[in-house]
């Protein structure tokens, strides 16, 4: 990072409570975008080499593991115990968890294997809220304009009005669930109307919260759901390290790995729906990020060597408010449900320097500017901006304890109050705008191959916009749940031959492309885990010594 205004000098530039002076800005924003964010550059991108996206640009660190090599051939599953399915989810955050209650509901034999433990994911760590459009005086037409205009207009109209469209019978599904909102008027719980916000970038307050851990509350209500239903078996810390596929090129299950068992299992389905989240955990551009532990791009690996079309691979969203200070919290979430309450962002020479509610991708390419240009905020080696949350409290007495109640636990982690102090902010990894092409159903190119969440493209384009994501993993989701359930018993796809012959392929394509077989992919954990597939598996030479990142 560059070296900022010393913070002793910056707060002494800034109060609480007065109006900073804000900074002439005549920059346009594709400029502003092509000079600062880490999607654009010289090194940005590469084009891929190998597979259905060759050609393609795609961010160089995330290409690397794209063409990797298995992590498994058939010496390694030869004996695995073979259990068999109608649907296998993979993925235990929320919209797995959508896609499974859905399938059952509709009658299918679901597994649900998850690499960590059932909610343990990016679902849980949503702060802001979930958007749909409710409101008399907003729509889903413009719901479905504000999605695509923040998206550069590379979002797939169809998809994204769908998920606009879905919006209101998301929320009443959510609410049956049991899933409870912020009202207008707390005092009346059972009349009150739904509290909405504005989000940035968007043109109507659309923004339906639980205080400040929707995704939470979101999650409870879900794995409530799935652990009470009887279609549901939930296989928890349990890994998928390769799909299989049968001889038509047909996705015809996957291959698991049990962490308590340390064993492969062989999972044979009618439909596979991935659910497997982002790849924030692999620390692109040699970012902090705000992804929970197990996001490492599996589910992108595993679809794209099976033969599934990606898109927008060379685009990230950097949520701009992540802990610049303590170095050791760098990277965790600061909601923008701040800045959509009326936090500002502030410089070192006391300035604003932003409109905090631009879409994401600008407020951050704006931080990134002002720490690159000098006038960004140093403290114990960090270089950031504030956040102002004690002019926010000060003008909003009681906000800090009633609707930002995650943000003041943060505060006191970092060792402040956030009504008397701001916190020192940088941009964080947070999203993959792009992921696996699907269609209105979630089905992928592969036949037998679903995608749902943030695995999934088509529907933020190149920028997402605050709440569209737990409004994108339900409607899709459920969808997918669906279309999974309904897919004929017959045509022996239970039955048929299925193994890993794809992988073959994959090898000999990377062979001609002159890439390397020892690099293999998934990663499954950060590679500070030191995770050891094959000494963890208990075979030996047979298994990679590393993978893409490092990982033993």
């Known amino acids: 990072m560059a070296s900022g ?6 707060r002494q530039r800034w109060q609480v409570g ?23 550059g010289p090194r940005a991108r590469v084009s891929l080499a190998v597979g259905v996206n060759r050609g393609d640009p795609c961010q160089p660190d995330f290409a690397a593991h794209l063409q990797a090599n298995a992590l498994i051939d058939d010496v390694h599953i030869a004996g695995a115990q073979l259990v068999t399915t109608d649907v296998l989810v993979i993925g235990g955050g929320g919209g797995g968890c959508a896609a499974a209650l859905t399938a059952a509901k509709d009658g299918a034999r679901v597994i649900l294997a998850t690499k960590l433990r059932l909610g343990d994911s990016n679902t849980v760590m949503a702060e802001g809220g979930i958007q749909a459009a409710v409101g008399a005086d907003d729509s889903p037409q413009r719901h479905f304009e504000d999605t695509l205009r923040a998206g550069h207009f590379c979002g797939e109209p169809e998809l994204v009005a769908q998920m606009a469209m879905d919006g209101p019978a998301v929320i009443r599904w959510l609410i049956e669930l049991g ?11 059972l009349g009150g109307k739904l509290l909405r916000k504005k989000p940035g970038g968007a043109t ?36 998928v390290v390769e799909l299989l596929s049968d001889d038509h090129g047909r996705c015809a299950g996957a291959v698991v790995y049990n962490l308590e068992w340390r064993c492969f299992v062989l999972v044979r389905a009618r439909s596979v729906i991935m659910a497997t989240g982002g790849a924030g955990r692999l620390h692109l551009n040699q970012f902090p990020t705000s992804n929970h532990y197990g996001a490492t791009g599996d589910g992108l690996v595993l679809a794209y060597r099976i033969g599934a079309r990606l898109r927008e691979l060379d685009s990230f969203q950097y949520h701009p408010t992540g802990i610049a200070y303590p170095r050791h919290l760098a990277g965790g979430l600061i909601s923008e449900a701040a800045r959509s309450a009326g936090a500002t962002l502030i410089n070192g020479e006391g300035e604003r320097f932003v409109d905090e509610l631009q879409p994401r991708d600008v407020v951050a390419a704006a931080i990134l500017r002002e720490c690159a240009e000098g006038r960004g905020i140093e403290r114990g080696g960090q270089v950031g901006v504030f956040l102002d949350t004690p002019s926010l409290e000060k003008a909003n007495p009681g906000i800090l304890a009633k609707r930002l109640v995650t943000l003041r636990h943060l505060a006191k982690k970092c060792g402040h109050d956030a009504a008397q102090e ?24 592969t ?14 384009g190149r920028n997402r916009l605050m709440g569209n994501a737990l409004l994108d993993i339900v409607s899709v989701g459920r969808r997918a749940g669906a279309a999974a359930a309904a897919q004929p018993a017959d045509g022996g796809t239970l039955w048929g031959r299925a193994g890993i012959g794809h ?40 298994m990679p010594a590393h993978g893409v990142g490092g990982i033993r």
Not at 179 to 189: G, Q
Not at 423 to 442: C, E, K, M
Not at 447 to 460: D, N, Q, R, S, T
Request: hydrophobic share 40%; with cysteine; proline share 9%.
């Open 204 to 239: 109507a307050a659309r923004i339906l919260s639980y205080r400040d851990y929707t995704g939470l509350e979101m999650m409870r209500v879900l794995r409530e759901a799935v652990e009470l239903e009887p279609g549901i078996t939930l296989w928890n810390r349990c890994p």
């Open 503 to 542: 992988v073959h392929a994959w090898q000999r394509e990377l062979t001609l492309a002159g890439l390397p077989l020892d690099v293999k992919a998934p990663q499954l954990f950060p590679t500070y885990a030191h995770f050891d597939l094959g000494a963890d598996a208990g075979l030996g030479a047979g």
């Open 179 to 189: 899933m409870m909102f912020d009202l207008e008027d707390d005092d009346r719980p």
């Open 447 to 460: 036949p037998g191959l679903y995608a749902v969440g943030e695995l999934a493209g088509g529907i933020h």
């Open 18 to 40: 007065a109006t900073p002076p804000k900074r002439a800005d005549e920059v346009s924003v594709p400029d502003l975008l092509k000079g600062y964010h880490p999607d654009h």
């Open 5 to 10: 205004i010393p913070y002793d000098l910056a």
């Open 422 to 445: 701001p916190f020192l902010v940088y941009p964080t990894l947070h999203y993959q705008n792009g992921g696996v092409a699907i269609d209105r159903h979630g089905a992928t190119g």
